[in-house]
């Protein structure tokens, strides 16, 4: 498990909507039992008035989909399955985003 790891949504129920999940937790916090992810929706199911400083567009997987920051949750470890892939590369946006989220900026 690394920082900005994918994994598919645990959740049968939301996967349809909200495919993916981001890790964003430092990995200094790599012990602890629980990930802090952010939830990855398809660009199709939300409206397209989302700010995009809030909830920026990323390309994944052959999907466009919509950051949630604002939904940022823990998991636990043994929920999450096997990792999916990385989204490091895009790790500005996120880490933007989550500023939003806490300072409004």
Not at 47 to 64: D, E, K, Q, Y
Not at 70 to 90: E, M, N, T, W
Request: aromatic share 6%; glycine share 6%; charged share 15%.
């Amino acid at each position: 498990m690394a920082q900005f790891d994918v994994y598919a949504n645990p959740s049968k129920t939301q996967r349809g909507e909200i495919p993916w999940m981001v890790d964003i937790q430092s990995d200094i916090l790599d012990k602890l039992p629980t990930r802090l992810v952010i939830p990855l929706a398809l660009r199709a199911h939300m409206p397209a008035a989302m700010p995009r400083s809030l909830c920026p567009i990323i390309g994944w997987n052959g999907s466009t989909l919509v950051a949630l920051p604002h939904l940022a949750a823990p998991f636990r470890v043994k929920d999450l399955g096997p990792v999916q892939g990385s989204l490091r590369p895009q790790a500005n946006d996120f880490v933007a985003a989550l500023d939003a989220v806490i300072s409004g900026i």
